[in-house]
């Protein structure tokens, strides 16, 4: 019955962030937020805006079966963000929790790196053979490359980010 409030809880917040960035009135914020690494440039003109929705949420449990289970038994942050990068090569790092992410526009390249695999390349955008959604593994060495000339806009959902740490940590370059 809890993991059902809970549910609610989310579904109910993270309708009134996107209803709140549907709004005409929506404005890229002037700064980013105390404790809060940007991902990427604030929008330009004429692409959508960028923003971080964020926000604590205690200890949850949700089981879906047969094929969907998730549970953090720590109050973390959960964060919604509109992403807006110029082209060009990211830098390697990590996050502190999980992340799904679209790629709504342009064409990302995203470099991961593993000791047992080493350095994997997969592009993903609307028409790519990857799709346009990938995920992010907490700890995972990384980077996004934004290809070609268009800026790319994404949408992204982090999970059990401890509360008020930063969404991203330098890594050191593996060399790929």
């Known amino acids: 019955m809890q993991s059902r409030a809970i549910l609610n809880a989310v579904s109910i917040v993270c309708a009134g962030v996107l209803i709140a960035a549907c709004s005409d009135q929506a404005s890229s914020p002037a700064a980013p937020q105390p404790g809060a690494v940007s991902d990427a440039t604030l929008a330009v003109a004429d692409l959508p805006a960028a923003f971080t929705a964020r ?18 038994r720590v109050t973390a942050d959960l964060a919604i963000q509109r992403l807006v990068t110029p082209p060009g090569v990211g830098s390697w790092h ?7 992410a679209i790629v709504e526009q342009g064409r990302v390249m995203l470099t991961r790196y593993s000791p047992k695999d080493g350095c994997t ?7 790519e053979p990857a799709g346009n959604t990938y995920y992010e593994v907490a700890d995972e060495v990384h980077r996004a490359t ?11 959902v982090r999970f059990n980010v401890p509360v008020g ?4 940590t330098p890594a050191t370059d593996p060399g790929c």
Request: charged letters at 15%; zero cysteines; proline letters at 15%.
């Open 55 to 72: 926000a604590s949420i205690g200890p949850y449990f949700i089981n879906q079966q047969p094929d969907f289970m998730i549970r953090s």
């Open 165 to 168: 740490a930063p969404f991203a």
């Open 94 to 100: 990590t996050h502190p929790g999980p992340s799904f």
């Open 146 to 156: 934004v290809l070609g000339p268009e800026t790319a806009v994404e949408a992204k």
């Open 121 to 127: 390349e997969t592009v993903y955008g609307p028409g």
